[in-house]
């Protein structure tokens, strides 16, 4: 997932977020649950890894 929001790097935290939420249900087949904390584990892990590609380069 971090590798299809790689684009978003440069953007705000909460940008990112965002665009987790609709792919969200592709990738794992169920929508984005912000009360589940597995879900917004998933979804952290993902913002990590698309704000560290900034870092990196």
Known sequence: MAAR???LKDA???TVWEAIVP???EVYGAPCDRNN???CA???A???AVKSELSES
């Open 23 to 25: 792919l969200f249900l």
């Open 37 to 39: 904390a597995y879900h």
């Open 46 to 48: 993902v913002v990590a």
């Open 5 to 7: 929001l790689a684009h």
């Open 12 to 14: 705000d935290e909460a």
């Open 42 to 44: 998933l979804a952290g």
